[in-house]
């Protein structure tokens, strides 16, 4: 009632044509609010109407998609071995031992891929002389599943055709003897880590955004990236590389780039940005997976440099045209090649404050079933 009378004393209290005028300006706004929306509605009824928005109304995906071409047409050109690795190869022979430690597999599986993954191996072999595929993980690692493979699959013409093939492919046995094949773990002892120090971990990293003035070795950042590469991903492609920026001229170039460095990019002692790569994937339907993949990575790598008695802070990389395009000139990117996100390293300073950051409770992340 008290809020009624108030109303209706402004009211009475506004000039003649002043409320005419101010409920003119209400609905043209909410007009124009609506007519904003038109297209986005009109885009929600189909993929094909999404589609045409963005095609004719918003350039947001544009450097997705050029990426993701860009990208189909290096993974063609990764037949042979380039850069000491190959997405095609990883990927076969990935799956040939997902075949082969299957319980109830086919006695001749892989058949339709089989021939390809043996020519793609056998020219990685001949590319590099005999003492460079013998010190080659990947390429010791595709000889024995390969072998592992020959020896237990059936009876098949592609399966005999590429047998030819792997036998007639000159390999230097390895000197160790160890097989890299599927094996049975040694699970006789408990995880090294308990649940508790793992907690605790988790709990202690925080996002730091004061670090003292102090180097950060390589051979540290190292141990962190080692931890990183266990991280699991599809196919064991791992679709990424660590950019580590450690030059004091090219970091004051690089840091002040991401949005959410502002305030204290000058403090960063190391700046880490997790790069994906399209180029390990044949299809758009994997465009994703950089971003997966890069991510459960990062995170190993955070946990590891904690480990250490650094600490980072995770920067967010949103898709913004020009500040790509800026990070791409300075770090030479490729067209395939799109940053994940920026970490900041460094030694914490004792004396820097960090967020609280209180995190949901279980109760709303996690659903059980239909719950």
């Known amino acids: 009632m008290i809020a009624g009378l108030r109303r209706s004393a402004k009211a009475q209290a506004r000039p003649r044509g002043v409320g005419l005028r101010y409920t003119a300006s209400r609905v043209w706004r909410w007009f124009r609010r609506k007519a904003a929306r038109l297209p986005l509605r009109l885009a929600g009824l189909s993929p094909l109407a999404s589609s045409l ?4 109304f918003s350039a947001a995906f544009r ?24 997405a095609v190869l990883r990927r076969s022979i990935h799956r040939l031992e997902k075949g082969l430690l299957m319980r109830h597999r086919r006695p001749a599986f892989a058949v339709g891929y089989i021939h390809e993954t043996v020519a793609c191996y056998a020219r990685a072999v001949a590319s590099v002389c005999e003492a460079q595929a013998a010190a080659s993980p990947e390429l010791r690692w595709a000889h024995d599943v390969l072998k592992a493979y020959f020896h237990q699959a059936g009876d098949h013409p592609a399966i005999r055709s590429a047998h ?19 094996y049975r773990r040694d699970l006789s002892q408990p995880p090294p880590v308990r649940y508790e120090d ?8 925080r996002s730091v955004r004061w670090f003292l003035r102090r180097p950060v070795p390589r051979e540290v950042i190292d141990r962190a990236i080692l931890v990183a590469a266990q991280s699991p991903s599809a196919c064991n492609r791992q679709p990424f590389v660590l950019r580590v920026i450690d030059d004091p001229g090219l970091l004051a170039r690089v840091a002040q780039v991401p949005m959410g460095a502002a305030g204290f990019w000058e403090n960063i002692p190391v700046l880490v940005l997790v790069v994906g790569q399209q180029r ?35 920067i967010n990389w949103p898709d913004i045209r020009k500040k790509e395009a800026l990070m791409a000139r300075l770090l030479g990117l490729e067209p395939d090649e799109r940053i994940i996100m920026c970490i900041a ?23 059980y079933n239909f719950e």
Do not use: N
């Open 53 to 56: 928005y963005f095609c004719l």
């Open 63 to 86: 450097r997705e998609h050029h990426a993701v071409v860009q990208g189909l047409l290096k993974y063609g050109e990764q037949q042979d071995w380039p850069g000491g690795s190959s």
């Open 164 to 182: 030819l093939l792997f036998h007639s492919t000159p390999w230097p046995e390895p000197a160790d003897g160890h097989q890299r094949v599927p």
């Open 198 to 205: 793992l907690l605790a971990l988790a709990r202690r990293r």
């Open 280 to 314: 390990h994937f044949f299809s758009p339907r994997d465009r994703h997976l950089i971003y997966v993949d890069g991510a459960l990575a990062a995170m190993g790598f955070l946990y590891a440099a904690e480990a250490q008695g650094l600490s980072t802070c995770c």
């Open 345 to 367: 390293v460094g030694y914490p300073d004792p004396d820097g404050l960090v967020a609280c950051s209180e995190k949901k409770p279980l109760e709303q992340l996690r659903r």
